[in-house]
């Protein structure tokens, strides 16, 4: 079994920081890709931000400049700082990590997900 453990949610007002953290613990052999979702309601999920186990990094466009993704593989976890935060950056964020566990088998799973909020 794997577990995934967001932390770092919350309500900051517009122009505000947040820092998100997903530890993942349990049957894991490696990791590969490591990533942030969002979904907004009334919308569909959409990616954030991904990082490789080599360290390279793709976000969307609304998020450049403003969010930064890492990892740290000792520690098998992914982070998201998230700066000059707006209204439309409102949503549920949703860690994803791409894993190997100890049978050979890879999968990908969710983290549980964390409300952030951006008031105006």
């Known amino acids: 079994q794997v577990q995934l453990v967001e932390s770092g949610g919350g309500l900051v007002q517009a122009g505000g920081s947040l820092r998100l953290s997903c530890a993942a613990s349990?049957?894991?052999?490696?990791?590969?890709?490591m990533g942030w979702y969002r979904q907004a309601p009334g919308k569909q999920r959409e990616l954030v931000a991904t990082i490789t186990s080599g360290g390279s990094t793709n976000y969307t466009d609304s998020v450049k400049g403003r969010f930064t993704i890492s990892r740290d593989n000792a520690k098998n976890t992914v982070n998201l700082q998230m700066n000059s935060l707006k209204p439309e950056d409102t949503a549920v964020y949703y860690c994803?990590?791409?894993?190997?566990?100890?049978?050979?088998?890879?999968?990908?799973?969710w983290g549980q997900g964390t409300q952030v909020t951006v008031s105006s």
């Open positions: 994803n990590v791409d894993l190997k566990a100890w049978n050979g088998i890879s999968q990908t799973y």
């Open positions: 349990g049957n894991i052999f490696s990791i590969n890709a």
